[in-house]
């Protein structure tokens, strides 16, 4: 079964032809689903990836093991680019901005070829190899975003952009009120290799459990006007899913006036992420 014919069947079989609205009715058909008892196979495996997404499977694709001290010498070094550029800047930069920073200043040290070459292979591989099956809003390794695109949102250190972005953040904050926050908003390539790179350490080189958390650079939909919010004081919980247990997510729902991009339902091969608003 190739990508493209999975994402159909996925499509067919999680939402039928009238999915009920609310998140909260997405969820109860989730569980619905998965008690099908003739239900395809590819489908049980990857709704059980989803679920248990932060646990290894069987086929996930790791790293070469060699590779790993390349992984994390990568990592540092963008890692110290964030720090010397300021975390909110750092989700602005491009692969070619990053390059001469680190070439600038002695503390961080140029990227070696081989560093660079582990970026762009990364880039360009197939996120459906890890099993990604969302579709790619970035082709280009030095993808830029023009600073004059984006807003600063104050109080949160966070950028989104110009537009629609601001329009959707700004309507859900009036109807929601101070307990919303951004809690992510712009990521350029740059960020989103450190997410995933992080990710991917943490998870020992497999690959495929990084980017059911984290969209492998590129295929992000935060770079071209998705992001997250969060409740106010709930700190690194709004990652996780007791961030539906919150008044800010009861509100989302209630008040209608946002889409989530990863339901549980969803058929990227992600995590539920209730909450990461969909915009582009």
């Given at each position: ?142 993808a830029t975003i023009p600073v004059k695109d984006a807003m600063k949102i104050p109080g949160t250190g ?43 350490a943490q998870c020992n080189g497999n690959l495929s459990m990084a980017s059911r958390s984290l969209a ?65």
């Amino acid at each position: 079964m190739n990508r493209r014919t999975f994402i159909r069947t996925l499509s067919a079989g999680l939402i039928g032809a009238t999915l009920p609205s609310g998140v909260h009715a997405a969820i109860k058909l989730s569980h619905q689903v998965r008690r099908k008892p003739n239900m395809d196979a590819h489908i049980r495996d990857y709704l059980a990836k989803i679920e248990h997404f932060d646990a290894p499977h069987p086929n996930d694709l790791y790293l070469d093991q060699k590779r790993m001290p390349l992984l994390s010498s990568t990592l540092r070094r963008l890692l110290k680019v964030q720090s010397t550029v300021g975390h909110g800047f750092f989700s602005l930069i491009s692969i070619d901005q990053a390059i001469h920073t680190a070439g600038a200043y002695p503390s961080i040290g140029a990227f070696t070829r081989e560093e660079l070459d582990f970026l762009e292979m990364l880039f360009y591989k197939d996120g459906a190899l890890y099993g990604f099956l969302g579709e790619k809003p970035l082709y280009k390794f030095t993808a830029t975003i023009p600073v004059k695109d984006a807003m600063k949102i104050p109080g949160t250190g966070n950028y989104l952009f110009k537009g629609q972005s601001v329009q959707v953040y700004e309507t859900i904050k009036k109807a929601i009120g101070p307990e919303l926050i951004l809690t992510s908003g712009v990521r350029s390539v740059t960020k989103q290799f450190m997410l995933f790179l992080n990710k991917a350490a943490q998870c020992n080189g497999n690959l495929s459990m990084a980017s059911r958390s984290l969209a492998p650079p590129g295929y992000s939909y935060h770079a071209v006007g998705d992001f997250d919010v969060g409740q106010v004081g709930y700190g690194k919980r709004n990652f996780s899913r007791s961030f539906t247990d919150t008044p800010v997510f009861k509100e989302l729902v209630e008040s209608g006036f946002a889409t989530l991009r990863y339901t549980r339902t969803n058929n990227f091969g992600v995590r539920f992420e209730p909450w990461h608003i969909k915009v582009a």
